[in-house]
């Protein structure tokens, strides 16, 4: 059986947790406590971070890397395109995500508050980017639900605890973020205190 070593709070977390409930396979979560963290943790992730995924003699850390070996091992529903050259596209906008929006929501997670200004600008000019794909196609490849709605889905529902307000241009990308919100293996992923963090 699959564990998760997840940070009650952690959205890199998050993303591998909505995995696995879409999946809807046999795992285990372990809730880990950012500020107490258990000792085995920087044993199995030299970051000493969440998550961690560990199965027999497998141990993978990196949020993308676990998700999309789960998606490979347990092919239904398919998260990532099946054909190669839409699954490579899809890993460069991913790539381009960690390094354009979720490095500055590490810095919202992790970083001296002198920083977290300057970060919530970069995330919201390029949330703002993003809006109009979605007055045309339901999802981030169109109209199936796939890794790239999992990477992005728990930052929007941070949106209000990073203090992140979007303008009324981002009108498109917010209903967006609804409907992922709506979705039966997003609303089961949530711990209490990611349920707290919107009103």
Not at 49 to 71: C, G, K, M, Q
Not at 133 to 151: P, R, T, W, Y
Request: overall charge neutral; charged content about 25%.
């Amino acid at each position: 059986m699959m564990t998760l070593y997840s940070g009650t709070t952690c959205p890199f977390s998050h993303r591998c947790r909505i995995v696995l409930y879409e999946k809807g396979m046999d795992f285990q979560i372990l809730d880990v406590d950012l500020m107490n963290k258990p000792e085995d943790l920087a044993v199995m992730n030299p970051y000493n971070r969440t998550p961690v995924l560990v199965e027999r003699d497998l141990i993978l850390y990196e949020s993308n890397i676990i998700n999309e070996y789960i998606d490979e091992r347990f092919p239904h529903p398919q998260l990532m395109p099946a054909d190669p050259v839409m699954r490579a596209r899809a890993r460069l906008i991913l790539f381009r995500m960690e390094n354009e929006i979720f490095n500055h929501v590490d810095i919202l997670e992790r970083g001296k508050s002198n920083t977290h200004e300057k970060a919530r600008l970069y995330v919201r000019e390029n949330l703002i980017q993003l809006a109009p794909i979605f007055v045309k196609q339901k999802h981030m490849l169109g109209d199936e639900f796939s890794m790239l709605d999992v990477a992005i889905a728990p930052l929007l529902w941070r949106l209000e605890h990073y203090q992140i307000e979007m303008p009324k241009t981002a009108a498109p990308l917010l209903k967006y973020a609804e409907r992922l919100f709506s979705r039966q293996a997003f609303i089961d992923s949530m711990t209490a205190s990611e349920k707290a963090m919107r009103k």
